[in-house]
């Protein structure tokens, strides 16, 4: 536990999150309980199930704790050179390398669609994805059509997918997001773009038909004048 955090500072909720990531140093993510998690934390087992909402919450809570070195380096890049994707790439490559050396954070991982979609994960994603997918929104480059919550979890879930690339190098990383990401975040088509462009030619078509039916008319009347 940080000594420089002491108890009286931190809520109750806070205290077991890391008497839960205690336990979890000592006995792993299968041996882990919530008795001993609510013993370390000097409450009772009622008290922590009430607090923490079970054992998958819990592990939501204490992976959240352990990601926040991750989130700061992750901030770092996206605060750095070069273009909005490239940032992202560089986000992508890092997590899918640094993320599953943690159990917990395989153990999130491990719940793929239900963790990219929890309230708390999709706020932490945002400190980091939400200004620059806004960012590439405002210059175009980056789609509108789908609501920012959606692209979030899309992320997550391909941050996922990369971390348990069995590979999971910086390559794979990123072949990954420039095969997957940047496809699906660009902007599309619109659905009605191929119909619009037909209707725009059957209207040019039409209008230079008409012309050459008039330069005809004029054509015969200049004829019918000369033989006068």
């Known amino acids: 536990m940080d000594e ?20 979890i140093r000592h006995r792993g993510t299968v041996s882990v309980s919530m008795t001993a998690i609510a013993e370390r934390a000097g409450v009772s087992r009622a008290t922590a199930f009430r607090q923490l909402g079970g054992a998958q919450e819990m592990i939501v809570q204490v992976g959240l704790l352990r990601a926040e070195r991750h989130i700061e380096r992750a901030l770092d890049r996206s605060a750095g050179h070069g273009d909005i994707f490239a940032k992202m790439e560089d986000t992508m490559a890092y997590n899918a390398r640094e993320l599953p050396e943690d159990p917990v954070i395989v153990a999130l991982m491990a719940q ?65 997001f420039r095969r997957y990401v940047v496809p699906a975040l660009r902007p599309q088509p619109s659905e009605d773009g191929g119909d619009a462009a037909l209707e725009d030619l059957e209207k040019a078509l039409e209008a230079a038909t008409e012309a050459l039916a008039v330069a005809n008319r004029a054509a015969r009347r200049l004829r019918h004048d000369a033989t006068e």
Do not use: C, W
């Open 112 to 176: 793929h669609s239900a963790s990219a979609r929890h309230p708390d994960i999709l706020a932490v994603t945002s400190a980091v994805s939400e200004p620059l997918l806004r960012t590439g929104q405002e210059a175009g480059l980056i789609r509108t059509d789908i609501p920012l919550e959606e692209l979030l979890e899309y992320l997550i879930e391909q941050t996922f997918l990369a971390a348990e690339d069995p590979k999971r190098s910086d390559e794979a990383a990123r072949l990954r």
């Open 4 to 23: 420089s955090v002491t108890t009286n500072e931190m809520s109750l909720r806070e205290r077991l999150v890391r008497a839960a990531d205690e336990e």
